[in-house]
């Protein structure tokens, strides 16, 4: 099983920016993962924002964060990180890292991941 550690979270003006980091522990490699952020925010269904597949470095971004979002990892540290620039008051949610095999499942599925992070608050202020 993998455990997964989130950080980076905080309260930013518009414009600005945040890194969130997820790290992954309990196993001996993440290779064969999925990883990415949910979000939730006030009143909403938890949405996919973006994935990245460790083996590939393939990615998924939601239409509302491409150009301004950009997921990467580092296999060494099985750590995955989302650099949030140009940060509008709408992405201001709980984000909550993410992670599984998803052999046979959508990426934009919550149930189809088995492992989640405690999540972060991310706000954006006017």
């Known amino acids: 099983q993998v455990q997964l550690v989130e950080s980076g979270g905080g309260l930013v003006q518009a414009g600005g920016s945040l890194r969130l980091s997820c790290a992954a522990s309990?196993?001996?490699?993440?290779?064969?993962?999925?990883m990415g952020w949910f979000r939730q925010g006030p009143g909403k269904e938890r949405e996919l924002v973006t994935a990245?597949?460790?083996?590939?470095?393939?990615?998924y971004y939601a239409d509302s964060v491409k150009g301004r979002f950009t997921i990467s990892r580092d296999n060494a540290k099985k750590t995955a990180y989302l650099q949030m620039n140009s940060l509008k008051p709408e992405d201001t949610a709980v984000y909550y890292c993410?992670?599984?095999?998803?052999?046979?499942?959508?990426?934009?599925?919550?149930?189809?991941?088995?492992?989640w992070g405690q999540g972060t608050q991310v706000t954006v202020s006017s």
């Open positions: 993410a992670a599984g095999l998803l052999a046979f499942g959508d990426l934009s599925i919550p149930r189809n991941y088995a492992y």
């Open positions: 309990g196993r001996s490699t993440v290779s064969s993962y999925y």
């Open positions: 990245i597949r460790f083996s590939s470095g393939s990615t």
